[in-house]
């Protein structure tokens, strides 16, 4: 696993190792590799040497580019449209508006699929401008699988991190990161106010919206911020009805707490295209879960007890 080779002890420097024979790698994992070279001089930043015959494709998604390293690969730089979208940094609304409404085109879909990534896309780019504090803004990687139908999407800071953002308006629901990143996924919880419902420039529905995007296509989704780390597992094909829960812990899931502490937040998602027939429907059941959470929540005083 990418994670168990990460070591964060020297920050000034980076040293970028891929395995001998294969790189196959999620584009999270490239967005994280960026926006961790962007803090650090690109003298201080070291490739081993690249043996493995895939290795051309950090050339393609833009990687040397990006940290501003000589490519060892001469290649031709093909059309990319229908397949990936090569890394990019967003640090201004304007930028993210541009960059939304030109992935779109670039993958060919019709309105009613594409509108699923251009929301996930808005939600994942607002949070970061809005709630990290990154210099560096935010960094984002796509792949496409017209085959399986499959979008990966990646999109990394290094800013304060979840746990910093959180503290300010609810101190005492984030004693660890990973009360953190559970707390952030709650629906109408926002970092920037203690009201419940958030407000109407910030609901607090993002990274909730996200997950329950992935829910509802029976796929991935993780999130890294600080040492923690929660990711949920994919849905059982047996299981017909899918309920979107306001409590992440209800969610079939992975969690850890011991993860090398990273100072931003990385996160990775799937969406199965094929799966979502007509998105205003999800987007409908979507809010529909978090009006009841957020209403649940102020009139019963619910707070979710993570342990």
């Known amino acids: 696993m990418f994670l168990d080779g990460f070591d964060p002890s020297d920050p000034s420097k980076l040293e970028i190792t891929t395995n001998d ?32 015959k895939s290795g051309h494709y950090l050339d393609r998604m833009g990687l040397f580019r990006i940290l501003k390293k000589d490519s060892p690969f001469k290649i031709s730089n093909h059309e990319s449209a229908g397949r990936f979208v090569p890394i990019v940094q967003i640090k201004t609304a304007d930028e993210q508006s541009d960059f939304i409404s030109e992935i779109i085109p670039l993958l060919h879909l019709k309105p009613e699929k594409a509108d699923a990534i251009q929301y996930t896309l ?19 990687a796509a792949q496409y699988y017209q085959e399986s139908k499959l979008i990966r999407l990646g999109i990394c800071d290094t ?65 890294y911020s600080g040492t923690a780390v929660y990711r949920l597992l994919k849905r059982r094909p047996d299981v017909k009805t899918i309920r979107l829960n306001a409590d992440p812990d209800k969610d079939r899931n992975s969690q850890k707490n011991d993860a090398p502490e990273f100072p931003g937040t990385l996160v990775a998602i799937d969406i199965s295209l094929d799966k979502i027939d ?22 019963e005083r619910y707070r979710p007890q993570f342990i």
Do not use: C
């Not at 990143?181 to 629906?187: D, E, I, R, T």
């Open 21 to 52: 024979k294969w790189i196959s790698v999620h584009p999270a994992v490239l967005a994280m590799v960026a926006a961790l070279g962007l803090t650090v001089d690109p003298e201080n930043i070291e490739f081993d040497e690249i043996t493995a």
């Open 122 to 140: 808005g939600e994942l780019v607002r949070n970061v401008l809005e709630h990290s504090y990154s210099r560096n803004g935010a960094i984002i």
């Open 159 to 223: 800013g304060i991190g979840i746990a910093k953002s959180m503290m300010k308006n609810w101190p005492m629901k984030t004693k660890t990161d990973l009360d953190a990143v559970k707390w952030a996924l709650v629906p109408g919880v926002s970092g920037t106010t203690k009201r419940e419902g958030g407000t109407e420039q910030n609901a607090g529905a993002g990274l909730f919206f996200v997950k329950s995007i992935s829910m509802l296509t029976r796929d991935y989704f993780a999130i």
């Open 278 to 299: 007509e998105f205003s429907s999800v987007l409908a059941a979507i809010r529909q879960a978090y009006s009841s959470a957020v209403r649940q929540r102020r009139r």
